[in-house]
């Protein structure tokens, strides 16, 4: 039962982590929680991708909502985490559902482009809102729990709630729901012609994206303890996608090993040079070239070769 | 008795070129009806309009009562219509599989179920729509990856899982091989009847169409120039003089 295997294996795989702050090393928990975060982020941006096949260059917008919001609660008006960290994502959730609306009518650039035209709205209130989201300043000083302090107490919060969302990410895309909307992404004519609403289809999974994309906000604003307008900048949009693109949008699993891959080989790239962006080009290149399925397509091709010989 | 499906005084135009001429048609409950005509000659434009993918200018089609202009196809699949196309229209990079067991998902309205596994619902019914089709043993394949001719045979079986009452194909045997047609119209045959189908088929292969249509339309330049029993068609002079006679008995 192939289902087991990977319940198993994700098991192993949180267990590892949860073992990581036994090493002692804070880098490698900051390391962690970074690449957990992205990983959750790229995951709830590839069920707009990878399952309706359309590319939203605005993901971001929902990445600060979520990260704004929960700060601004937490600090501003002393919310409790309990109710802040779900208020947040709702929110995220509910301004996914206005804009996916608007943006599910148009489909391929017309799509994307709506999608990048919303977020530079959302960059814009954070941008000039400056009482509420400290402007281009930055909203800084987030108040946490005091149980969440301390990085390694962060570190296992991060892994829950990330954890907790990749299943609920996992049960969803591989539900009637998720089965479905990969046979939108492959034939929305067709899938009209069997009953479906493609249209509502595509905008249930851009509001499921963008709830998500909220949680992971929230999570990266109370790591940083702050949010900042580049947040919600195209960039950072630019840069999720990415991570989705490298890791391959037709698997699962795949934008997890992007984001872990991108985000890890940034912050070496970091160290040495100056040049990151040189780097990325570069990284882009390769997907386009020889890597249209990414990380996992490469391996998916290995493994084929070493089958047949 | 009113008939199943009714469409009357049909339009539709492209631009200024005339594609469907005031085209009226009664298609009763159970019955199997050919609509022929050269290449060109407006059958798929036809098809498009009763199905919801093209609104007609004008005119009215009804089904069992309702009428369906303005209706969206997932609308239309719901009252009872399911269609296969000319051209293959599946769903490429899912497995033989999925593609059936997506259209039950679909027709049983779970689409928007976010929990239920998808791979785990309708596997026997989706075994059984395969078997009936000659598609059992590709079931793990991927779709896009089939013959031609076996994707044809996946269209239908598609059409079928929506359980339909009134079946429309659209050429379910182009670009096969004489054996393949033959295999195919037989099973076709055996479907609609065992199912109490109504089947409405456009098709070029003369040979197919006099074979098991009880009723034939002639389209040509976008109207029907002559409809009745098969011999009556074959007989009519109008019908010999722009499709019969001109490409021979087989398109």
Not at chain 1, 163 to 173: D, K, P, Q, R, T
Request: proline residues 4%.
């Amino acid at each position: 039962m192939p289902q087991r295997r990977y319940l198993v294996a994700s098991a192993i795989v949180v267990l590892l982590l949860a073992l990581l702050p036994l090493a002692g090393s804070r880098y490698a928990v900051d390391l962690a929680t970074e690449v957990l975060i992205y990983a959750l982020f790229a995951l709830s941006l590839n069920v707009i991708i990878g399952f309706t096949g359309n590319i939203s260059f605005g993901h971001a917008a929902y990445f600060a909502i979520g990260g704004y919001a929960c700060a601004i609660l937490l600090t501003t008006y002393n919310w409790p985490l309990l109710f802040a960290l779900p208020a947040a994502v709702v929110l995220a959730g509910l301004v996914a559902a206005v804009v996916g609306y608007f943006c599910v009518r148009l489909t391929q650039i017309y799509f994307a482009m709506l999608t990048l035209a919303f977020a530079m709205l959302v960059w814009g209130v954070a941008f000039k809102w400056k009482e509420v989201t400290g402007g281009d300043d930055g909203f800084t000083g987030i108040k946490l729990p005091e149980m969440l302090a301390h990085h390694v107490r962060f570190f296992y919060f991060t892994l829950a709630v990330v954890a907790a969302g990749v299943a609920a990410l996992w049960v969803i895309c591989h539900s009637a729901f998720g089965l479905t909307l990969v046979a939108v992404r492959e034939n929305a004519v067709r899938a009209g012609f069997i009953g479906i609403d493609t249209r509502r289809m595509r905008w249930a999974a851009f509001t499921v994206a963008g709830t998500f994309g909220g949680l992971a906000g929230a999570l990266f604003g109370m790591y940083h303890r702050g949010m900042y307008i580049e947040n919600a900048y195209w960039t950072e949009s630019a840069n999720v996608l990415i991570m989705v693109l490298l890791g391959g949008i037709y698997s699962f699993v795949g934008p997890i090993f992007g984001a872990a891959a991108l985000h890890l080989l940034q912050t070496f790239t970091n160290q040495y040079t100056p040049y990151w962006p040189t780097v990325l080009g570069l990284i882009l290149l390769v997907i386009v070239l020889v890597l249209p399925d990414g990380l996992i397509g490469l391996a998916a091709r290995f493994k084929a070769r070493r089958g047949k010989t | 008795m009113s008939a199943m499906l009714s469409i009357a005084g049909l339009w539709k135009s492209f631009a200024g070129f005339v594609a469907t001429r005031d085209v009226a048609l009664d298609l009763k409950a159970g019955e199997v009806h050919a609509v022929i005509g050269p290449n060109g000659a407006g059958k798929t434009t036809f098809f498009n309009l009763i199905t919801g993918h093209l609104r007609p200018d004008k005119g009215a089609v009804s089904f069992e009562g309702r009428d369906l202009v303005g209706l969206p196809p997932q609308k239309i699949v719901r009252l009872g219509i399911a269609r296969s196309f000319q051209r293959i229209n599946i769903y490429p990079r899912l497995t033989v599989f999925e593609n059936v067991q997506v259209a039950l998902i679909a027709h049983e309205g779970q689409q928007w179920n976010l929990f239920r596994p998808g791979r785990s619902l309708h596997r026997e019914a989706t075994a059984e729509l395969l078997e009936l089709v000659g598609l059992a043993a590709e079931a793990a394949e991927t779709a896009g990856e089939l013959s031609y001719g076996k994707q044809k045979q996946l269209e239908l079986a598609i059409a079928l899982a929506s359980q339909p009452r009134l079946l429309l194909l659209d050429e379910p045997t182009a670009g096969m091989s004489p054996q393949e047609t033959a295999a195919t119209i037989a099973s076709v045959r055996d479907i609609v009847k065992a199912r109490g189908l109504t089947l409405l088929f456009t098709e070029h292969d003369m040979a197919v169409v006099f074979g098991i249509a009880e009723r034939i339309s002639v389209l040509h330049h976008g109207e029907i120039i002559a409809s009745g029993e098969p011999d009556a068609v074959r007989n009519d002079p109008e019908v010999k003089r722009v499709y019969l006679g001109e490409g021979g008995g087989h398109g």
